[in-house]
């Protein structure tokens, strides 16, 4: 088992202990891809194996689940039950350091705090790794993965579906091709949050579980007093742990635009919202990114809405025109595009009657994902495809690091300015500790 020290003393220490400073200028090419496996089935491990993680397993159950890691024996019981050869894990650290020859690749489904740790060291030990979204908890992270994955050639995915999907190409190919012209305004909601936020931290329980590993779920997290206010599944509110709505849902409702527009580089970000705190996520808040023009495409806002507000119902709706619960619609110079799901499957024309005549589609041009988002992460590890959709490297982090830069808006509570470059809010200094963070020693 990897001891503490070992543990802070390896190569993702670094990260865990400093906040790194930005490290794209360091990327290199992808080496795609080492330590593919041909000639048999996978050998997955996967950690946080209830609820989500729950569905990610059985998502690989055609490769070999040779062993799972759960903190919780209560939520993980239904996966250690259907995968009963598995070895079983409380920690990961003693379950990658006793299984490392055993272990091609990795799935992570734990809260969203626990991704790079985990993420990392599998990275570090030449594992494929699929990671459920957010990439990571802050964008320094995701830049971490990012040049760890570059770095070791190894194949990663991230969880977020709806890249894998037909409507995510259908409306690059659209907005490519100019069906609407060019967009300069993008609108996108959830019905997110469904757990309590805007919240004070709950008073401390005495009795933790005798099924649950408190310590372990913590990881490396402050440490703080068991509460069921966190666990199972309410700890997506508190700023400790995860993300939000906006880091739950935003991966998936962002992902479109952000993979039609290119919505990388600098980016003035601005931040309403009510009941935000130091320890949690706001009630609700509407998000406006502000990108400048890049190359040929004109400046453009998107606009992000959550805990029950939403944008102007477009007037192509018609009277009494209705918002489905999650969705996103582009408004072009010559035309609106919506997409009423929440992870961008439904691309349509409107009003109805511009789809229903919009015969003259353009060609399908960009190659397809076959069998959903964990089939295309396992092919690319087999050899058996190209770079996985959500790769890291060319996908998941920048996309991280979009929907992030919303959260570190709303804790820095002023409007800013930032430069991927550097990987700093110009001018704001105070927003570092959003972007890069401490890490306890468990």
């Known amino acids: 088992m990897l001891t503490r020290r070992q543990f802070i003393q390896s190569a993702s220490a670094a990260a865990l202990v400093a906040g790194i400073p930005n490290l794209r200028a360091t990327v290199p090419a ?9 000639g048999r089935r996978l050998r997955i491990a996967g950690v946080g194996v209830g609820n989500r993680g729950g569905i990610d397993t059985q998502a690989c159950a055609g490769e070999e689940i040779v062993a799972l890691c759960d903190v919780d024996a209560v939520q993980a019981r239904a996966t250690f039950l259907a995968f009963p050869v598995a070895a079983q894990y409380r920690d990961f650290r003693k379950m990658l350091d006793e299984l490392h020859d055993r272990i091609d690749a990795v799935t992570v489904s734990t809260p969203d705090h626990m991704h790079f740790p985990v993420a990392m060291m599998a990275i570090e030990r030449g594992k494929h790794v699929f990671v459920q979204k957010p990439l990571a908890h802050t964008i320094g992270e995701a830049q971490l993965l990012k040049a760890a994955a570059a770095r070791a050639g190894v194949v990663t995915q991230m969880g977020n579906q709806g890249q894998a999907s037909e409507g995510a190409l259908i409306t690059k190919e659209w907005i490519d091709a100019g069906v609407i012209g060019p967009v300069r305004e993008v609108h996108c909601w959830t019905n997110r949050p469904i757990w ?21 779920w913590q990881g490396v997290a402050p440490e703080r007093r068991y509460s069921p206010q966190y666990v199972p599944f309410k700890w997506r509110g508190y700023w400790d742990y995860g993300c939000g709505a906006l880091g739950d849902m935003g991966c998936h409702v962002l992902n479109n635009p ?46 992000w809405y959550d805990g029950g507000k939403l944008p102007p119902v477009p007037a ?26 929440n992870y961008g499957t439904s691309p349509r024309l409107i009003p109805e009657e511009k789809m229903q005549a919009f015969t003259a589609r353009p060609p399908k041009i ?12 396992i092919a690319a ?61 468990f």
């Open 316 to 341: 192509e709706l018609g009277p009494g025109g209705k918002l489905a619960r999650s969705g996103a619609y582009y408004r072009g110079d010559r035309g609106t595009i919506m997409d009423g799901t």
């Open 258 to 303: 952000f993979l039609a527009l290119d919505l990388r580089g600098p980016v003035r970000v601005s931040a309403q919202c009510e009941g935000a705190s130091e320890v949690a996520a706001p009630q609700w808040s509407v998000i406006t990114y502000e990108y400048p023009a890049r190359g040929s495409r004109p400046p453009v806002k998107l606009v």
């Open 196 to 216: 309590p936020q805007g919240v004070l931290l709950p008073d401390p329980v005495q009795v933790i579980p005798e099924t649950l590993d408190w310590n372990l």
């Open 30 to 38: 992808p080496a795609r891809f080492k330590n593919l496996v041909t």
């Open 381 to 441: 590890c087999k050899g058996e495809g190209p770079a996985p959709c959500s790769n890291f490297v060319d996908h998941a982090a920048d996309l991280t690091e979009l929907v992030l830069l919303g959260n570190v808006a709303i804790r820095a509570g002023k409007p800013l300015d930032w430069d991927p470059v550097r990987s700093v809010c110009v001018g704001a200094p105070e927003a570092a500790r959003f972007i890069h963070k401490n890490y306890r020693l």
């Open 366 to 377: 960009l190659p397809r994902i076959k069998g959903g988002i964990h089939a295309d992460w």
